[in-house]
């Protein structure tokens, strides 16, 4: 990863480059498609991440999807135009930045998580531009590529002879592993993960745009107490949210999902909560 943090170079080109100073001249009588078009870009929701997040950004040529250009750079280097990757003029792009994706691993535009790790929480923009001039400020606007789940159990704390302990942990699974970050498609694979509890009877995961309706979360009974080894109950999660004809996994901004679960009336309630904090629904089985 590295840092273009010299902001008078790339603020001088751009000047050069609108007063049209900067035109390859030396290359007249040559291929001009050999002079370079420079990518700015202008995060049009930059204010919902914190100056300082990491920003993994690319640039393919069009329609062959050639990689032309990759960097990791800075929400701040991006907006004060610091930051930019270089193409050639006559080409037309396409490519991607990825936001809060610490953790995943990449292999071409394929973001994703082996078994047992959770998947970060991340947003992406996606962009494409015709041929290019000198340079370009293309407006992309980050979308919410995640969901996170939080699971409280409403009896956490009426278990006798737990000491006090939740006596229960959960596995969530399903088919989705991670996310193609050039088309935000889900990508097939086996997803497992086991969250920590953060409070009595409370647990949170983070998860990938779904490609299909298995994310399902597994009740196991701790080591110790009396349900050990055993699975309590297995909670698919697409039961619950497809009496909301509004839900999809499809959605532009995916939303958050909250589990309240008591197991002693096996009842599960499930609240589904947009990306801006506003709760749209709420179901019990």
């Known amino acids: ?36 078009a420079f990518l700015f870009f202008d995060i049009t929701n930059s204010e919902l991440f914190d100056v300082s997040e990491y920003t993994h950004v690319s640039a393919y040529k069009y329609p062959e999807q050639e990689l032309l250009a990759i960097d990791t750079t800075s929400v701040s280097s991006i907006l004060d135009r610091s930051f930019y990757l270089e193409v050639k003029r006559s080409d037309s792009v396409t490519g991607y ?34 041929a290019l001039t000198e340079s370009y400020i293309i407006p992309v606007e980050a979308v919410k590529d995640h969901a996170r789940v939080d699971m409280r159990f409403v009896d956490a704390d009426g278990y006798a002879d737990t000491g006090g302990e939740f006596p229960f942990y959960i596995v969530a699974r399903s088919n989705t592993c991670g996310i193609d970050a050039l088309d935000g ?12 509890e953060y ?22 009974g701790r080591d110790g107490f009396r349900e050990a080894g055993k699975l309590v109950t297995d909670i698919v999660v697409w039961n619950l949210l497809r ?28 609240s589904v909560m947009e990306w801006s904090g506003e709760t749209h629904s709420v179901y019990n089985n």
């Open 1 to 36: 990863m590295r840092y273009k943090k010299n902001i008078f170079g790339p603020l001088l080109l751009l000047a050069a480059l609108a007063t049209g100073t900067v035109s390859c001249a030396r290359l007249i009588l040559e291929e001009r498609s050999a002079c370079p």
């Open 243 to 270: 009496s909301d004809g509004d839900f999809s996994w499809e959605a532009k901004n995916l939303p958050d999902i909250q589990l309240e679960v008591c197991l002693v009336e096996n009842r599960v309630t499930i």
């Open 97 to 130: 930045g990825l936001l809060c994706f610490g953790g995943a691993r990449h292999e071409g535009t394929l973001w994703t998580v082996e078994p047992g790790q959770e998947f970060p929480p991340v947003w992406r923009f996606g962009y494409s531009s015709p």
């Open 199 to 220: 409070g009595s009877g409370r647990f949170r995961f983070t998860v990938p745009r779904q490609f299909d309706r298995s994310l399902h979360i597994e009740v196991w």
């Open 185 to 196: 498609r889900p990508v097939k694979g086996a997803f497992r993960f086991e969250p920590s």
